[in-house]
């Protein structure tokens, strides 16, 4: 399977440089590699958060997790 924060940043790919002032998620980490792809995806509501109100970067994802994004991210005319 896909780690969380990996299929963030390959699904955030063409994101222009995204400012990343604070944590986006308690376990989400603005000094990560992958944090300005998370505030993106955050920013325009493209994921959930786990129960505990993280976000679970090494959590996997199930292809129902893949698809939600891919259509959270067409409907917000996110697709070049």
């Known amino acids: 399977g896909i780690a969380k924060d990996t299929f963030t940043f390959t699904a955030g790919k063409n994101v222009a440089s995204i400012r990343v002032t604070s944590n986006p998620f308690p376990d989400a980490f603005m000094d990560q590699w992958y ?13 959930d958060t786990l129960s505990d ?16 994004l891919f259509y959270r991210y067409h409907n917000a005319g996110l697709f070049n």
């Open 35 to 47: 944090a300005q792809y998370v505030q993106y995806a955050k920013n325009h509501a493209l994921v």
């Open 53 to 68: 109100g993280n976000f679970g970067p090494a959590a996997g994802m199930t292809r129902a997790d893949v698809a939600q």
